[in-house]
């Protein structure tokens, strides 16, 4: 017998357990679907828990020991000694700088200290103090008093000493230069 329209209204329009079988899941693939999503999302977080606390525990805050600790003073020891510095004092230098516009001459008093590393580094710059010297001069002679104004000036002229010097006491090595006194008159 051919169903009416008004009989098709009364069926449900979606389909049930009890209305088609095996299209509905049952109670047990639908525990077991959510313990498949529940498995997906724990595992990877547990994983990753894990391997955040292996990399804080080993890498980040790795205990030391005491073979660490005795490298570290070694380390420090070795720092102290590199750090002890010795200061070589040169004579004042007067120079003559190149004329300004007005033709009025401008001198430049310079008195310069050199740190060096250790004390037989000293004996060797206080040998070579001439040739510092007479190098000093005549750099000096080729400024402007424009050269040397402002910070970056002195800076400029700092850096350039520094060079000049290292070449002539090469291999050793001028830690700094340093300005005791420097007036343009």
């Not at 004042?92 to 516009?101: G, H, K």
Request: aromatic residues 6%.
């Amino acid at each position: 017998m051919a169903k009416s329209f008004f009989d098709a209204q009364d069926e449900p329009l979606t389909p049930t357990a009890t209305t088609t079988p095996g299209v509905a899941l049952t109670d047990k693939a639908q525990s077991d679907k959510k313990i498949k999503k529940i498995a997906l999302i724990v595992i990877p977080l547990l994983i990753c828990a894990v391997a955040g606390a292996y990399f804080f525990f080993k890498i980040v805050r790795k205990p030391k020991t005491y073979s660490d600790t005795s490298r570290d003073a070694a380390a420090i020891a070795d720092s102290a000694e590199a750090i002890t510095n010795s200061y070589v004092a040169l004579e004042p230098m007067i120079v003559n700088l190149t004329a300004s516009e007005k033709g009025k001459p401008v001198y430049l008093r310079l008195t310069l200290t050199l740190r060096v590393s250790s004390e037989a580094e000293t004996k060797l710059v206080q040998a070579k103090t001439p040739m510092i010297i007479d190098n000093f001069q005549a750099f000096l002679t080729g400024l402007r008093p424009a050269d040397l104004s402002g910070t970056g000036g002195i800076l400029l002229l700092k850096e350039e000493l520094t060079k000049r010097i290292n070449k002539i006491v090469a291999p050793m090595i001028i830690k700094d230069v340093l300005f005791k006194e420097m007036m343009i008159n």
